[in-house]
């Protein structure tokens, strides 16, 4: 087995930076938001964990079940030799991918991206020994700003998996796609996970579970500002909301204040008033159509060559070229 490497690109303090900036622009905003990336502390990864379980959470599984039945599709019209993935966490839905371009001969590459060095240290060793014929090359950086920091090639694959383009708004989506045709080489490969527009009677339920677990996921955000940035949030003082906004064609969460608060944040020396049924925003999970996303690849420079849903139309595994 070769030692697998790893380039890292944020320094211990970049969290604690970006934290403190969403926050104040997020707090002082006249319509509130947090940015969900800070849903996840270990707590929160655990009861996101908790929700993939959840019978009415179908996103993950039934991306699962499409790598499990398409990935020697993928493997084959990529013909990659290098999968990258991003914010790839356990790494767990990529060993399909990495099994299916192993078995088609290509396979010589993994380059596992996360802002989690240590998660990101854990899961590139478990694939090291697991695949010991392959280089291992781990990027600790964001996805939004080190896309330049992959490691190059011109037969790589790079996934972006489990709907997480669908957390950005659609000029940060923009963004986000140029700088993929940017990093890419024409003829290499995008992998996107993508949930489609469906019936708000079965979408919703998937973000706002008869458990409860969703909306402890939710506050869970509170919990991290007052551990973090010395905040008073009362959590339980929230109610969950979760609404299918048919204009945007998005699931919004949010935080309501069941009675007026005045919270104070000692690390940002920042006092922020809330009124009783104000909201703040947390995450915003788009929903989308295939000629949609079709012509938001296109106008990045990317191809869609292939796509491959579920029965129920739910889901979609989507493959683009560079162009």
């Known amino acids: 087995m070769t030692a697998p490497t790893l380039d890292v690109h944020l320094s211990p303090d970049d969290a604690g930076v970006a934290l403190r900036e969403d926050a104040r622009d997020g707090l002082t905003a006249t319509d509130k938001w947090l940015a969900p990336k800070w849903f996840y502390d270990a707590r929160g990864s655990d009861l996101f964990e908790d929700i993939t379980r959840?019978?009415?959470?179908?996103?993950?599984?039934?991306?699962?079940?499409?790598?499990?039945?398409?990935?020697?599709?993928?493997a084959r019209a990529s013909g990659a030799d290098t999968l990258v993935e991003l914010g790839s966490g356990s790494s767990e839905k990529t060993r399909l991918l990495l099994d299916a371009l192993r078995d088609g001969g290509t396979l010589r590459r993994y380059v596992p991206q996360d802002v989690s060095q240590s998660a990101l240290e854990a899961a590139a060793r478990e694939v090291a020994r697991e695949y010991p014929e392959i280089q291992v090359h781990g990027v600790v950086g964001d996805f939004t700003r080190h896309l330049g920091e992959l490691p190059g090639g011109d037969h790589r694959l790079l996934a972006f998996l489990g709907g997480t383009l669908g957390n950005l708004i659609p000029a940060e989506r923009a963004d986000f796609l140029a700088s993929v045709r940017a990093t890419l080489v024409a003829g290499e490969h995008l992998l996107l996970g993508v949930g489609l527009v469906i019936d708000p009677a079965v979408l919703v339920p998937a973000y706002d579970d008869a458990a409860g677990v969703t909306a402890e996921f939710n506050r869970n955000v509170l919990h991290v500002l007052n551990r973090?940035?010395?905040a008073d949030f009362e959590p339980e003082a929230f109610e969950h909301v979760a609404r299918w906004n048919a204009e945007d064609e998005w699931i919004e969460m949010r935080l309501r204040a069941s009675r007026a608060?005045?919270?104070?944040?000692?690390?940002?020396?920042?006092?922020?008033?809330?009124?009783?049924?104000?909201?703040?925003?947390?995450?915003?999970?788009?929903?989308?159509?295939?000629?949609g996303i079709s012509a938001e690849l296109e106008r990045a420079g990317l191809e869609l060559t292939s796509h491959w849903t579920d029965a129920d139309d739910r889901f979609a595994l989507l493959l683009a070229t560079a162009v």
């Open 228 to 230: 973090e940035l010395g």
């Open 54 to 74: 959840l019978p009415e959470y179908y996103p993950t599984r039934t991306e699962k079940a499409l790598l499990q039945a398409h990935a020697g599709d993928i």
């Open 261 to 291: 608060m005045h919270v104070r944040l000692d690390s940002l020396d920042l006092e922020v008033d809330l009124a009783e049924g104000e909201e703040i925003r947390t995450e915003v999970s788009a929903k989308f159509r295939l000629d």
